[in-house]
């Protein structure tokens, strides 16, 4: 099982900017996908954005035109670059690998992001 560690997480004032990155234990195929989700207190997971192996994005309209989602095939990790951050983006921040040929999802552990109003 692949194993993907977060980091990157933090306390950051409204407005801010910060870098996520995720690094996984074993190559990722490009006919697989990455992506960031979030969790904030009291609510259901949802996505941020995703990044296929063709680097296409999908962004949640929430993030849009505020983060950038990266995949660094050579490293094997995936980034996620938030700007004008704001109190609603506060939640636990999870990297994820969808493998397509199985369906499986895995996830990492999280990392809190936390944006003081």
Do not use: F
Request: with cysteine.
């Amino acid at each position: 099982q692949v194993q993907l560690v977060e980091s990157g997480g933090g306390l950051v004032q409204a407005g801010g900017s910060l870098r996520l990155s995720c690094a996984a234990s074993e190559r990722i195929s490009s006919i697989n996908a990455m992506g960031w989700y979030r969790q904030a207190p009291g609510k259901q997971r949802e996505l941020v954005a995703t990044i296929t192996g063709g680097m296409r994005t999908n962004y949640a309209d929430s993030v849009k035109g505020r983060a950038t989602i990266s995949r660094d095939y050579a490293k094997n990790t995936v980034h996620l670059e938030m700007n004008s951050l704001k109190s609603e983006d506060t939640a636990v921040y999870y990297c994820n690998v969808h493998y397509a040929l199985t369906g499986r999802d895995y996830w990492g552990q999280g990392t809190q992001v936390t944006v003081s109003s």
